[in-house]
């Protein structure tokens, strides 16, 4: 019944997408002006090393676009006059001056980009939204994704089959930002990927192919973005399991597991991002100078960003709605806590070991991610990385975990009502914040 609906779920997911993208104006979401410069840029090699004091024509274009659709109207900063004789880094900060180059790489940007080689357009609007629609069909990506993983790993879960693609599917502030142009979008998809491969390891074995794949997402996710970093600590991990379960065998293949551990260290150094070094050696910097210390305000936010605070982050709910979210997700983890109390000798049970290791390794996915992004604010005392979708390359084991412990707190005969029922809800919560916040917002003065 699932695989049938699965077609449905995607077309809705295609048009939600569409809606956002064609409903939220150009630039409003966040980071959206430098990282469409960046896209644009990395088509064109001297465009992608270009400053303002060698800027491309194309500049004066995205300049004007700010102002032909009021960007500073709708932004919690200061407003801005339209001057043509300034540098487009009065009106934004450029990532290539602003991180001396090393923010993303250009392979990773034109990723994103190639369609406008494809089909391209002379208006920087229709830029724009070619690389939108582009963003939207990650979005689908990412929910077909979150259907096959969990049907791998509950594949007669009709409940969680439905319910992980779902949720993501009526998420609004997830739907927003894989409506726009980021690269967190693409660092998402790729990490989303590693997952699936790291899952079908996980169930029938770490085959050549399956563990080439593994890698090779991974990476690619990791050298995309900084928000796939914790996949380092997840293959970790399955390697830590493997050399574990593997251990008599590789015993007598030592020689060969040293030269590929040896040949593995040296990729992850040669791979590794400069810009992730940079970061651990100022955050190390930072706590020896600084100390430890986590603004209320990060945590508060990670999470009202992480459901819904559309726009550049400036449309915020009222308090209800936030408080509403965190009772569900309560639910969700003490749903989470019965198996742990009333069904113990499952966790040793062969039968149950693919799906125990699969839920330890998102586990860990979801724990790394939240805890890398609060400990960075932590060490810099800073309060600027506190938006959610910094964690939405775990938007699965998320969702899966959240699913997972509602239908422990459902009995069984009522789950197929209960879906239908949080269907709803969820789709009543992604329409009320579409057509009652967003539309207002931006177009109350229409």
């Known amino acids: 019944m699932s695989k049938q609906l699965l077609p449905l779920i995607l077309a809705l997911a295609m048009i939600r997408g569409l809606i956002y993208a064609a409903v939220i104006p150009p630039w409003q979401a966040p980071d959206e002006p430098p990282q469409f410069e960046r896209v644009v840029a990395s088509l064109n090699s001297a465009d992608w090393y270009s400053t303002v004091q060698n800027q491309p024509t194309w500049y004066s274009d995205l300049k004007q676009a700010l102002f032909t659709f009021d960007f500073y109207g709708f932004v919690d900063i200061p407003r801005r006059i339209y001057d043509p004789h300034q540098p487009l880094n009065h009106y934004l900060i450029l990532y290539h001056e602003a991180y001396g180059g090393l923010y993303g790489s250009r392979l990773a940007y034109a990723m994103i980009g190639w369609p406008l080689l494809v089909w391209p357009q002379p208006n920087i609007i229709m830029q724009l939204y070619v690389i939108r629609l582009y963003t939207v069909l990650m979005g689908v990506a990412v929910i077909l994704l979150a259907y096959l993983i969990t049907q791998t790993i509950f594949p007669n879960n009709r409940f969680l089959g439905l319910g992980v693609p779902l949720l993501i599917l009526f998420h609004p502030q997830h739907t927003h930002l894989l409506a726009t142009v980021n690269i967190g979008n693409l660092a998402e998809l790729w990490a989303t990927l590693a997952l699936y491969f790291m899952t079908i390891g996980l169930k029938r074995g770490f085959t050549w192919p399956i563990s080439s794949a593994t890698l090779f997402f991974s990476f690619i996710a990791i050298w995309t973005k900084a928000t796939a970093y914790f996949l380092l600590f997840v293959l970790a991990l399955i390697g830590l399991i493997y050399l574990l379960e593997q251990h008599q065998q590789l015993s007598r293949y030592w020689r060969w597991g040293l030269w590929a551990g040896i040949i593995f260290g040296g990729l992850m150094v040669f791979l590794v991002p400069e810009?992730?070094?940079?970061?651990?050696?100022?955050?190390?910097?930072?706590?020896?100078?600084?100390?430890?210390?986590?603004?209320?305000?990060?945590?508060?936010?990670?999470?009202?960003?992480?459901?819904?605070?559309?726009?550049?982050?400036?449309?915020?709910?009222?308090?209800?709605?936030?408080?509403?979210?965190?009772?569900?997700?309560?639910?969700?983890?003490?749903?989470?806590?019965i198996p742990g109390l009333t069904q113990r000798h499952l966790i040793f049970s062969p039968p149950h070991q693919t799906q125990i290791r699969t839920l330890l390794i998102f586990g860990v996915a979801i724990g790394t991610a939240i805890v890398i992004l609060l400990s960075w604010n932590g060490v810099t005392h800073s309060t600027v990385y506190r938006q959610g979708r910094s964690i939405y390359p775990v938007i699965v084991p998320l969702s899966l975990f959240i699913m997972l412990g509602w239908q422990q707190l459902i009995p069984p005969n009522w789950r197929a009502l209960a879906l239908a029922m949080l269907t709803a809800i969820f789709f009543l919560f992604d329409s009320f914040v579409l057509f009652d916040y967003i539309i207002p917002f931006f177009y109350s003065r229409y």
């Open 275 to 337: 810009r992730l070094i940079l970061l651990i050696i100022e955050a190390l910097i930072s706590l020896k100078v600084k100390g430890l210390y986590l603004h209320p305000l990060v945590p508060l936010d990670l999470f009202r960003s992480f459901w819904a605070y559309p726009g550049w982050t400036v449309i915020i709910l009222p308090a209800i709605w936030y408080q509403l979210l965190a009772v569900f997700c309560l639910l969700a983890l003490i749903g989470l806590t």
